[in-house]
């Protein structure tokens, strides 16, 4: 079985500035895939960025990267420069070669002006 | 191109009726996946279409719901004798390949409310 767990609901950044939202997951595949996603209140899941755990290097998508821990099974995303865009739910989520994405409960992010 | 798309995007019925929820893939796509999303959670895998074909209904909670896929392209998700736990966000998503790393291009979903 897969588990993702974002422990914190909730979290609010000052425009312009830097913030980290948390993710640990579990599983027994050695083959993974991990995948932060957006939902804004369209309720449309974006991807935002994904990260192959055979890869030790760290994904990148401009103002978004993560820090893949691999032993400590952590997959945290780091927002850059925050906007007022990037206000919204996130989720993490985990597939393996089951095809099937497991999601956190996500973690709602505010961005203040 | 057109991305996925979900009818209705909202539906209220009552306890105990039947509804069809569908969703359009975007074209080409031969993997669709259905997922559930209750207030609050993440959404939670119900089903996964490989063609025409349901590779893996494991998510499914009962067999009051159904899923169909019977051109592998448009799919459409039965739920018989709603019951008011069955209140939440339909997701649907496609890929044009099923596993690994390949992108889920999610539908905006159907919200279902059942009175």
């Known amino acids: 079985a897969q588990t993702v767990t974002q422990s914190q609901p909730e979290m609010s950044v000052q425009e312009a500035e830097t913030v980290t939202l948390s993710c640990t997951y579990d599983?027994?595949?050695?083959?993974?895939?991990l995948f932060w996603y957006k939902q804004p209140p369209s309720r449309q899941m974006i991807l935002v960025i994904r990260q192959e755990a055979y890869k030790q290097q760290n994904a990148t998508e401009n103002r978004f990267s993560v820090n893949f821990q691999k032993a400590a099974k952590s997959f945290s995303l780091k927002i850059s420069d925050s906007q007022l865009g990037d206000a919204a739910m996130y989720f993490c989520a985990l597939t393996g070669a089951n095809s099937k994405l497991t999601f956190g409960k996500g973690i709602t992010l505010s961005v203040r002006p | 191109g057109a991305g996925v798309s979900q009818t209705p995007s909202n539906k209220v019925t009552e306890k105990g009726k039947y509804v069809e929820l569908r969703c359009d893939p975007i074209s080409g796509h031969t993997a669709l996946y259905w997922y559930r999303q209750s207030l609050g959670q993440g959404p939670e895998f119900l089903i996964y279409f490989q063609g025409t074909g349901a590779a893996d209904d494991s998510g499914l909670p009962n067999d009051r719901f159904f899923a169909v896929r019977p051109e592998g392209s448009v799919s459409t998700l039965k739920i018989q004798r709603t019951e008011r736990g069955d209140s939440a966000v339909y997701l649907c998503?496609?890929?044009?390949?099923?596993?690994?790393?390949?992108?889920?291009?999610f539908g905006p979903g159907t919200r279902l409310t059942v009175l």
């Open positions: 998503a496609s890929s044009s390949l099923a596993g690994g790393p390949n992108e889920q291009f």
């Open positions: 599983t027994s595949e050695s083959d993974y895939y």
